[in-house]
């Protein structure tokens, strides 16, 4: 076996999924092994010492992976936990790990196809799935406005100067959400703002791992929210379905014409309450600086 | 010996990790603390609070990056994106010197997110000093790679663990990171003996050494870093120290993390052998000390 093809059958053993007692699995479950006794598979590259066989040798990589994993999915879920259950939580966290391992050299974006999986997948969260997908909206939307960059902010004064119909840019670490439930509700009572740092230690931390939260409970509302973040915080501001509108819109490259014709179609709101809406609304973005100009603008717009 | 050209002629003394949960100990204390080594994909992002405490920081620390996904003993190519930010980022520190373990972790775009061991083959020499080779140029500060913990052993190795380091530090022609606590830990779970390997590596490579603590199961050792550091591992830091002279010294402590004063009281103990060694160098007529 060259380099290559001994990492790649190495992996397959570490990454396939532990049994329900946490334990490798005594056969091959993924196929790759035709069903195969792990001892024996294990056997062929990795050598037993006086105190572990083989088998128990990699078993040790196995567990460490799905601990690491675990750890950091629980980390960036924990409304999701509370919101489906714990048992339910485990398997569906095994589940999608299994589906979607890390194809990042950070665990940052571990959760990155969570929301696309469950959609797929809504009987892992049973009678709750559209409060779960809700919550996992917000979880997620919070990790990217943790962190995702920020370009310098336009003042209220430069954005006039752009003329009457300016295409704009919403700064990438303001997330927009339109959820069915105030998710957000829910996850401010409950999401601890401890964030992961990647380390060499591979033991499994004990903290937090089983505590139980008990979930607000939530009656279904349309709700529009952003999360962004001031000095360096993470903040929650909730919405107006048009200011969202406008704001998606925005995001898109629409110009600010097409955004407010968006936002308004089917309004019945006067003319002159919607320019002192749109005037508020500008007043409070330029003031949480969420508004920058364009990468790549569009010519003559 | 101690600052050498894979540290680019630093000696920074004692150090430890930045973590999160001294921040508000550091900034309002202002510890004596000699240096911060960061993990370095912890920062590697657009933006946020991480960048900024980091910005914070080395206003009054100096940092040194040491990472734990560059995966120089991946069969594959490196991911040209992490390649990217991780410049980046040296650019952003000014780190003097980069350090990641001499492992693998990834395969077909997969991620293990840990430290697997490799195969001491000469097919796997070739191919780690290859890439450490191409990382050092991109990134165009030296790299000191570090020898990890393993709990298993290939039956194709041929040859040991430190025969295999240092191969591939020649062929890389790069620094070491000698971390004596992993080579503790390798030492009971793989029954060789650690003096032997401390022994065996070049001197003139260390480009830093880590110290640190584990949990020891009935069958094996693990490498946790939420203990102090053991009296055996101490004398392999001093026969490190014997050795390498006066070398940056790292304690590692990543899980239960104790109080700040804690944390650098443990690495202080480091000075003990540090400061001799520093005194011998410094004395002219010490030449051809035992080495």
């Not at chain 1, 049973?126 to 409060?131: A, E, N, S, T, V």
């Not at chain 1, 499994?204 to 952003?226: G, M, N, S």
């Not at chain 2, 430290?115 to 191409?134: D, F, G, H, Q, S």
């Not at chain 2, 202080?268 to 400061?275: M, V």
């Amino acid at each position: 076996m060259n380099l290559e093809e001994l990492q790649r059958t190495m992996a397959a053993a570490v990454m396939q999924p532990l049994t329900d007692e946490e334990e490798m699995q005594p056969r091959d479950t993924t196929g790759r092994w035709q069903g195969r006794p792990m001892d024996e598979v294990v056997g062929q590259f990795i050598a037993p010492n006086s105190r572990l066989t083989a088998f128990e040798r990699l078993e040790i990589y196995n567990r460490q992976y799905w601990f690491r994993l675990q750890t950091a999915f629980h980390e960036d879920f924990p409304a999701l936990r509370a919101v489906v259950g714990p048992e339910r939580f485990e398997a569906l966290m095994n589940a999608y790990l299994t589906a979607h391992p890390s194809r990042s050299f950070t665990l940052r974006n571990l959760g990155s196809n969570l929301l696309d999986w469950l959609f797929q997948n809504p009987h892992f969260a049973g009678r709750k799935i559209k409060l779960a997908l809700d919550v996992v909206r917000v979880e997620w939307a919070c990790i990217e406005a943790f962190d995702n960059s920020e370009f310098a902010p336009l003042n209220i004064e430069e954005i006039a100067a752009l003329g009457a119909n300016p295409q704009l840019a919403l700064q990438p670490y303001v997330q927009l959400l339109a959820l069915d439930y105030p998710a957000d509700d829910l996850v401010l009572d409950m999401h601890r703002r401890q964030r992961r740092e990647s380390s060499e230690a591979g033991a499994r931390p004990e903290a937090d791992q089983d505590e139980d939260f008990t979930p607000l409970r939530l009656r279904k509302h349309a709700t529009w929210l952003a999360i962004h973040r001031v000095d360096y915080s993470l903040y929650y501001k909730r919405l107006t379905q048009p200011e969202y509108r406008t704001l998606t819109g925005l995001r898109a490259g629409l110009t600010l014409a097409e955004a407010l014709e968006s936002a308004f179609a089917g309004s019945r709101l006067n003319v002159a309450s919607q320019v002192r809406q749109v005037q508020q609304w500008f007043a409070t973005w330029a003031q949480l600086s969420w508004l920058c100009a364009p990468a790549n603008p569009s010519v003559g717009q | 010996m101690s600052a050498n050209r894979f540290n680019a002629y630093q000696n920074h003394g004692v150090g430890i990790g930045l973590r999160i949960p001294h921040y508000d100990h550091i900034f309002a204390h202002q510890p004596a603390v000699d240096w911060f080594e960061i993990i370095s994909e912890n920062y590697m992002i657009d933006g946020g609070r991480p960048l900024h405490m980091l910005d914070r920081i080395m206003e009054h620390y100096k940092v040194v990056q040491h990472g734990v996904s560059m995966y120089f003993g991946s069969a594959q190519p490196p991911d040209r994106e992490h390649l990217r930010r991780l410049k980046s980022l040296v650019q952003r520190t000014k780190t003097p010197w980069l350090s990641d373990h001499l492992c693998w972790g990834s395969i077909d775009g997969t991620y293990s997110h840990d430290l697997l061991p490799l195969p001491y083959t000469w097919e796997a020499v070739a191919k780690t000093a290859a890439r450490i080779r191409e990382v050092q140029d991109f990134v165009e500060v030296p790299v000191a790679v570090e020898n990890v913990s393993s709990y298993a052993e290939f039956l194709d190795s041929e040859m040991t663990e430190w025969e295999f380091l240092n191969e591939v530090v020649e062929r890389a022609d790069c620094g070491i990171l000698l971390d004596v606590n992993n080579i503790y830990v390798s030492s009971v779970n793989h029954d060789f003996a650690p003096m032997d390997y401390v022994n065996a590596i070049p001197a003139e490579r260390v480009a830093q050494i880590h110290i640190a603590g584990h949990t020891r199961y009935e069958k094996y050792i693990l490498d946790t870093h939420d203990h102090p550091v053991i009296d055996p591992v101490w004398q392999l830091y001093a026969r490190a120290v014997e050795r390498c002279g006066p070398t940056p010294t790292l304690l590692e402590w990543d899980d239960r993390i104790p109080s700040f004063e804690e944390v650098w009281a443990e690495a202080r103990k480091a000075e003990k052998y540090l400061t001799p060694a520093k005194s011998a160098a410094e004395e002219p007529q010490l030449t051809g000390a035992a080495r």
